[in-house]
Nanobody, 117 residues
Framework: QVQLVESGGGLVQPGGSLRLSCAAS????????MGWYRQAPGSQRELVAT???????NYADSVKGRFTISRDNAKKMVYLQINSLKPEDTAVYYC???????????WGQGTQVTVSS
C-alpha cells in the first residue's frame, strides 16, 4: 500500500505557473505508475498526466505543452509543473498511484488550484 500527500496548490493569475508535489510513502515506489488527475466543480475527475517508473509520460490533450509531469524514484516524489495557467485549469488536483500487477489504485487528498484574476 502507498500513502500520497499533495502540496503546492494555490491561487494564481491567468498565465501564471505552479509546481505541484506529491510525496509517496509505503511499498516500493517504482512499481507504481504515478499520475495526476483533476476534478473541477460539477465535473468528473479527469486524467491530467501519468508517468511510469521508466519515465514514459502521457498527457491529456488539454494540457499538452503546458504541463510537465516528472518523478524522482529515489525521493518517492512526483511533480506537476503547470505553466500558462488558464481559468479552466481551476480544479482540485489529485495524485494517483496505480499498480498494474493487481490494478490497485491509491489517491491523495487533493490540492486546490484556482486560476483567477
Amino acid at each position: 500500500q502507498v500513502q500520497l500527500v499533495e502540496s503546492g496548490g494555490g491561487l494564481v493569475q491567468p498565465g501564471g505557473s505552479l509546481r505541484l508535489s506529491c510525496a509517496a510513502s509505503g511499498t516500493p515506489f517504482i512499481i507504481y505508475v504515478m499520475g495526476w488527475y483533476r476534478q473541477a466543480p460539477g465535473s468528473q475527475r479527469e486524467l491530467v498526466a501519468t508517468i511510469t517508473s521508466g519515465m514514459h509520460t502521457n498527457y491529456a490533450d488539454s494540457v499538452k505543452g503546458r504541463f510537465t509531469i516528472s518523478r524522482d524514484n529515489a525521493k518517492k516524489m512526483v511533480y506537476l509543473q503547470i505553466n500558462s495557467l488558464k481559468p479552466e485549469d481551476t480544479a482540485v488536483y489529485y495524485c494517483n498511484a496505480y499498480r498494474p500487477s493487481n490494478r490497485a489504485a491509491y489517491w491523495g487528498q487533493g490540492t486546490q488550484v484556482t486560476v483567477s484574476s
